[in-house]
């Protein structure tokens, strides 16, 4: 069993920074390919970016040159650091990791607001 605690979030004026983290537990975190989605107010949540446990990533259009994942597979977490931030970034955010199964953080939130 893997649970999944995000933490990082809060208020920030728009073209600040954020670093949000996901603390994973469970043995199986450095195979699990973990991501970041997002959801907004009346919105579908959305993909934000994912890193493979190979260390490639991709991520959704609207964030590419400002959002970054990374991870550390020894002390099992996920980390998404946010530069540049928009109020068009302003949701929950949660952290997903998948091996046979998925797993979803309780979310944590950003908002981004003068």
């Known amino acids: 069993q893997v649970q999944l605690v995000e933490s990082g979030g809060g208020l920030v004026q728009p073209g600040g920074s954020l670093r949000l983290s996901c603390a994973a537990s469970g043995s199986i975190f450095s195979r699990m390919p973990m991501a970041w989605y997002r959801q907004a107010p009346g919105k579908q949540r959305d993909f934000v970016a994912r890193?493979?446990?190979?260390?490639?990533?991709n991520y959704a259009d609207s964030v590419k040159g400002r959002f970054t994942i990374s991870r550390d597979n020894g002390k099992n977490a996920a980390y998404l650091q946010m530069n540049s931030l928009k109020p068009e970034d302003t949701a929950v955010y949660y952290c997903h990791g998948a091996l046979g199964r998925e797993y979803w953080g309780q979310g944590t939130q950003v908002t981004v607001s003068s």
């Open positions: 890193i493979r446990p190979s260390g490639s990533t």
